[in-house]
């Protein structure tokens, strides 16, 4: 796996792109009048997912893509977005500028989703069977003792 430094960068350009998928296939669909506003969004959504996650998971992680891999990359992309609304609400509340809204959100959820999809999603396979083997060593330890 890249370092931490060589991932973000393109991670995050992956990212912008993802965003630019969502909004061309959202503004298309309810555009169009063809789906009406959370219907167009949720499948502008769905597609903006699958493309980010098969550039990041071939590009920026470089791993094999598995069933398991991506829903748990679709758990952390809803997990973000459930950030999303929190720290939007939490702002809202204390009457914060939209602006400065905008900018928590888009400064902490994408870093915060690199992080854990790093830690999480695209885990090292051999570092999370050797993290595996020392809990179940540990684990062991406190059963003989």
């Known amino acids: 796996m ?18 630019a998928v969502h909004v061309a ?21 769905i597609f903006a997912n699958v493309f980010s996650y098969l550039l990041q998971s071939g590009y920026v992680f470089q791993q094999a893509r598995t069933p398991l891999q991506y829903w748990r990359f679709l758990s952390v992309s809803l ?17 914060v500028h939209y602006l400065v809204s905008i900018v928590a959100v888009v400064s902490i ?28 060593f540990a684990r062991a330890g406190r059963w003989i003792a």
Not at 11 to 18: H, N, R, S, T
Not at 38 to 45: H, S
Not at 79 to 95: K, P, Y
Request: net charge positive.
């Open 109 to 136: 959820v994408p870093f915060l989703t690199f992080l854990v999809h790093r830690g999480w999603t695209f885990q090292d396979r051999s570092e999370a069977q050797a993290r595996r083997t020392l809990n179940d």
């Open 79 to 95: 997990a973000g977005l459930a950030l999303v609304v929190a720290i939007s609400s939490v702002l809202g509340l204390l009457q």
């Open 2 to 19: 890249k370092g931490f430094s060589r991932q973000l960068a393109p991670f995050l350009c992956i990212g912008l792109g993802a965003t």
């Open 25 to 45: 296939i959202a503004a298309y669909l309810i555009g169009t009048h063809t789906m009406p506003l959370v219907l167009g969004n949720a499948v502008a959504f």
